[in-house]
């Protein structure tokens, strides 16, 4: 148990809908980043926070968007979605964003757009 | 901006041989170097990791890597491997910035499903 709580784990949605995906960090932990994973795009980041602040954006598409709340939790947000939006959701978290620190992924929260 | 290439996709190996999980890294300035594993149904766990000193890293499960900064490599080992290390490997780099700060962002190669036989 990495101490990363994603939920849900499982989301079955249509296209054209909207859907939020929430992520609790480890306690302690201040940063938390979001991953795509996909079987023809790998794993691929979205997008970065740092103690309720944006630091770092990566592949992120305009219909995506996250925050992360004072109580350091986060959410992101995917709407008008795609068949090629279904992939897994990855939420990792980090005490802070310098050298070494070790990310620590939830499982995962599986998305399927039908 | 950092990139990650993981020569190998699969790799299927018996159980007790030795295998090498293939890793280079593009960047224009130093960088921090990972590996993650992911068994199946779960997340990623960190495996191992080089910040400085010596370029051979070990994790507690007998895995090793060695950064070599000349040919941009940081490939994994394992002398003998067992069923349980069946899993996907993943390489990530992280860029220092300048005063040793790094950005944060982790990026990650493909992914390497390595499958041990009995």
């Known amino acids: 148990d990495s101490g990363v709580t994603q939920t849900p784990k499982h989301l079955i949605t249509a296209t054209g809908q909207r859907v939020t995906l929430r992520c609790s960090p480890r306690?302690?932990?201040?940063?938390v980043y979001w991953y795509q994973q996909s079987l023809d795009q790998g794993l691929q980041f979205l997008i970065q926070?740092?103690?309720?602040?944006?630091?770092a954006k990566g592949n992120i598409l305009e219909r995506f968007s996250a925050q992360q709340f004072p109580d350091l939790h986060s959410e992101l947000n995917l709407s008008s979605l795609e068949l090629g939006d279904s992939a897994l959701y990855f939420c990792a978290s980090s005490v802070r964003t310098s050298g070494g620190a070790e990310l620590f992924f939830g499982e995962g929260s599986r998305l399927t757009v039908l | 901006a950092q990139s990650v290439t993981q020569l190998d996709s699969q790799v299927p190996v018996f159980e007790e041989a030795p295998v090498e999980l293939r890793c280079n890294y593009s960047?224009?300035?130093?960088?921090?170097l990972f590996w993650y594993v992911q068994y199946p149904n779960q997340g990623l766990q960190l495996l191992l990791k080089y910040l400085s000193g010596s370029t051979l890293v070990e994790s507690i499960n007998g895995f090793e890597a060695e950064f070599n900064k000349s040919q941009t490599s940081f490939h994994l080992r394992k002398p003998s491997v067992h069923i349980s290390d069946t899993a996907e490997y993943f390489c990530?780099?992280?860029?220092?910035?300048?005063?040793?700060?790094?950005?944060?962002?982790?990026?990650f190669g493909q992914g390497t499903i390595l499958t041990v036989h009995p």
């Open positions: 306690s302690g932990d201040l940063s």
């Open positions: 990530a780099v992280r860029e220092v910035g300048a005063g040793g700060t790094s950005y944060g962002k982790l990026t």
């Open positions: 960047s224009s300035v130093s960088v921090y």
């Open positions: 926070y740092y103690n309720g602040e944006e630091r």
